[in-house]
């Protein structure tokens, strides 16, 4: 098995990157990295570790692609870069897949360009992880498509099931619908013709609502871009919103050094689940590959979780799963 990876992506690279790739290979002995990017630079980072040389190669890709850089242009233009040269690896069949923790919106126009859709599917979409109060869950679409037609959200529906089945490990997913109520005469006629059409998967529960999203009613949250994402941002402010307010409480209190040592200590615990490291990246699902994408600020833990997880998307055959989910 041969990952490439992203070793010019993120706020902190090629630091985090090179490491992840250590802590990969360390951990599965059946992986093969090849670290995209300047070559230099990753040299001069990877000599500083003991690694087998025979697992982990370097492709000099010179250019970057910025985070603040037009995605469509950036890829048309620099065709050296670290994602560009990546993927096409991909794609000619080099490696078995491709991670970055860099500009989000050139991944996906690049995954889409260069590696096109599966067979059968309308549009790729991006699911990404949200925790609950029973586990990590699976909301799709998180942003990459604003206007969902019923067939594109049944599609969204098959992806993330089987996503939540092979790589997340939850052997019967609960697939939900977000709407306005839980009746199946509820919402828009969109979501009326979605609900339709996914209750042709045997695990789907019907329509859920916002407030079963935080209490793990459904393991996967199937919904339109703008909806995904917008609970994806709101999901982000709670640990800092919440993180205020106790400490208002606390100084209110006037609590002594050891009561809030033991009040932060209960806190930090409490947020386990919302760490981003533990998953590391979420997938493009749709694409005829194997892309993900994590945050900026990825660290070397969350990039080695990423390769693992896209590891596990190449072992299961998830796109051939998903190619005769859609069918």
């Keep these: 098995?041969?990952?490439?990876?992203?070793?010019?992506?993120?706020?902190?690279?090629?630091?985090?990157?090179?490491?992840?790739?250590?802590?990969?290979?360390?951990?599965?002995?059946?992986?093969?990295?090849?670290?995209?990017?300047?070559?230099?630079?990753?040299?001069?980072?990877?000599?500083?570790?003991?690694?087998?040389?025979?697992?982990?190669?370097?492709?000099?890709?010179?250019?970057?692609?910025?985070?603040?850089?037009?995605?469509?242009?950036?890829?048309?233009?620099?065709?050296?870069?670290?994602?560009?040269?990546?993927?096409?690896?991909?794609?000619?069949?080099?490696?078995?897949?491709?991670?970055?923790?860099?500009?989000?919106?050139?991944?996906?126009?690049?995954?889409?360009?260069?590696?096109?859709?599966?067979e059968g599917v309308i549009r790729p979409t991006i699911a990404t992880y949200y925790p609950t109060i029973k586990g990590m869950g699976l909301m799709i679409d998180a942003g990459a498509n604003l206007d969902a037609k019923p067939e594109m959200l049944f599609q969204f529906g098959c992806m993330g099931n089987i996503y939540a089945r092979e790589v997340m490990g939850i052997e019967i997913p609960r697939v939900g619908l977000l709407n306005v109520g839980e009746e199946k005469e509820k919402g828009s006629e969109v979501l009326k013709k979605a609900h339709q059409l996914l209750e042709a998967l045997p695990n789907f529960i019907g329509n859920i609502e916002g407030r079963d999203i935080l209490s793990g009613q459904a393991d996967v949250f199937v919904c339109d871009g703008i909806t995904g994402n917008i609970l994806l941002k709101f999901g982000e402010s709670i640990p800092e919103a919440l993180k205020t307010l106790l400490m208002g409480v606390i100084q209110k209190k006037q609590l002594d050094k050891e009561q809030v040592e033991m009040v932060t200590s209960l806190l930090q615990e409490a947020f386990i689940p919302f760490d981003y490291q533990r998953v590391g990246g979420v997938p493009f699902l749709g694409v005829n590959g194997i892309s993900m994408v994590g945050h900026g600020g990825s660290t070397a833990i969350a990039i080695k979780n990423m390769i693992l997880n896209a590891v596990r998307m190449a072992e299961t055959d998830m796109n051939k799963k998903i190619i005769a989910s859609v069918a």
Aim: glycine share 12%.
């Design 1 to 118: 098995m041969k990952i490439a990876v992203d070793a010019a992506g993120g706020d902190f690279y090629p630091q985090n990157p090179v490491k992840g790739a250590v802590l990969a290979v360390e951990e599965h002995q059946d992986l093969s990295i090849v670290l995209t990017g300047p070559g230099d630079r990753i040299k001069s980072e990877l000599d500083g570790y003991d690694y087998p040389s025979n697992r982990i190669h370097i492709h000099d890709a010179p250019e970057i692609i910025g985070m603040n850089e037009s995605p469509s242009q950036a890829v048309k233009t620099k065709t050296g870069s670290s994602i560009v040269q990546g993927l096409g690896m991909h794609q000619k069949g080099a490696v078995q897949g491709f991670v970055s923790a860099g500009n989000t919106g050139a991944l996906m126009a690049a995954s889409a360009f260069i590696l096109g859709r599966l």
